[in-house]
Structures are given as C-alpha cells and as structure tokens.
C-alpha cells in the first residue's frame, strides 16, 4: 500500500537543493544570452556611431589611375561623394559596380582613416578596332571589350582588323581572340622599324593569309601565313623591294605580294590600271 501524499512529498531542505541544482545547470546558459544580448547592443550601438558620425565624414575622395573616363564619370559611377560616412558603403560591391564599366578593367577602393577614400582604376588599353559588323576595341590579348564610339574619338589612330565573322566570334570567342593576337603580332613586326609606311588595316582571310593595308593610299602588303622568322624576312624582302621603287611608283602602287613560297625572294607589285608596269 503506497504512502499518502504528503508524505511522499520531499521536504523543504531537499526541494531548495533541487532547485539550486537546477539554477546552477542553466546559469550558463542565462549568462551567455545576457553577453551576447549585451554585445550585439554594442556593436549595433558602435556600428551606428562609426555609420553617423561626422568624424568619418569622407573629406576627401582621391581617383587614381584613369585617362579615357573623366573623373566625373568616376563619380558618377561610385555614387559616393565627399561628405558621406566613410563606413556607410561596401568597398567590394562598390568595386564590383566600376568594374561593370566596360573601360574598367580592376577597381580597387581603400579606407585611409578618417576621412580618405582612395579609388585606383585600371583602364583597358586598345590595341586595335575590330570590325565585327560594327567596330570594337580589342586590347593586346585579342579580347574585345567594348563597341567603339567613334564621334568620341574611341580608336583614333588604331589600326582596323577585318575579315572576322561576327558569328565566329559569337561561337568561340576565345578563337577569335587568338586570332586577334595573331594579326597584332604581325602589325607589331610590321611597325617595329618605324620607317614602313603607316598601317591602317590588317585584313585576314583563311586561304590568302594576312594582308596589310598602308594607311595612306590603301597599298597593300600581302604576308600571307607567315610569323616569326618567316614573318621577318618577308618584311625584309618588302624593304629591299619598296626601296628600289621610285616616288611615283609608290604612290601608284596598289599591292606589294611577298607571300611567294617557292620563290621567296620574289616580289611582285601591282599598279593602277592606268600606269600598270
């Protein structure tokens, strides 16, 4: 027969030592939820201050490293002006948001405390147009970067490169690119000396090879599948044939061939119908 309630019941020394037992296991507990409770209120408190406050106010806002955008257009893409918390932003998306900028090739922004935000651009540097049903720029690795906007003087004095198929470069990009580097490697032997007449075009087509087109009178200089020490001595051979032509006949010639393979010390210049030789 089991014993009556109340005397089942624990007696008051053991219930308190129950229940000191049971505050001392979730003590911890209750202490680290105060700690954290407290130190999210810091650092919100903190974040508010270093996000408000006129101490942090950007007193100068300093752009390096650009030559084709104007500073103001720096600015305008930034968003961000002098006067603003310099905590109120994120340096990365800020970077991400310049770097968007076709021109743009890196963007690197910096704090110098307390007031100075420093914004370092690199440009992309045009090597050439391209024409691509529509003239882009492409830099020195063959990548095409932007359509160029000729009324703002984009590609001024940049040799043009034809003959690509805008659908080759839809489809492999990076082949088109290969090819880019191709034909600015040879528009790069071609101006080494400086003392050749100046280049305009650089044509390229799969059976006939590369084909320089002078930027005065449109003469051209056809290389064919040529690079390297090929490439040299068929510019070299061009020099001894240019050299031996009179005034006028470089003003009457109209394509100078030193892609003969069997005969490569052959040069054939073709003319004007009116004064063919």
Aim: glycine share 8%; charged share 25%.
């Amino acid at each position: 027969m089991r014993a009556p309630f109340r005397e089942r019941m624990p007696g008051p020394r053991a219930i308190l030592q129950k229940l000191g037992r049971a505050c001392r296991s979730v003590l911890p507990a209750i202490l680290a939820v105060v700690v954290t409770a407290s130190l999210c209120a810091g650092a919100y408190a903190g974040y508010r201050w270093l996000t408000s406050s006129q101490r942090f106010a950007i007193a100068t806002l300093e752009i390096r490293g650009n030559t084709h955008l104007r500073e103001a257009q720096l600015r305008s893409l930034l968003g961000v002006a002098e006067g603003d918390n310099i905590f109120g932003f994120s340096l990365s998306r800020l970077e991400h948001k310049l770097e968007r900028d076709p021109w743009i090739a890196t963007a690197n922004l910096r704090r110098r405390l307390p007031d100075h935000l420093i914004v370092e651009v690199t440009e992309e540097y045009p090597a050439a147009l391209v024409d691509l049903d529509g003239l882009y720029l492409a830099e020195a690795g063959g990548r095409v970067f932007k359509r160029a906007s000729l009324p703002l003087g984009e590609g001024l004095g940049l040799p043009v490169i034809t003959g690509l198929a805008r659908e080759d470069y839809l489809r492999d990009r990076e082949a088109t690119a290969a090819r880019i580097r191709a034909a600015l490697a040879v528009a790069r032997a071609y101006s080494a000396d400086g003392k050749r007449p100046a280049l305009g075009e650089i044509h390229l087509d799969a059976r006939r090879g590369t084909t320089l087109l002078t930027y005065e009178n449109a003469i051209a200089v056809r290389v064919g599948h040529s690079k390297g020490q090929a490439l040299a001595e068929r510019l070299r051979v061009f020099d001894a044939a240019w050299a031996s032509l009179t005034p006028q006949e470089r003003q009457d010639a109209r394509v100078v061939y030193v892609d003969n393979t069997i005969r490569p010390d052959r040069v054939t210049v073709g003319y004007e119908e009116t004064r063919a030789n």
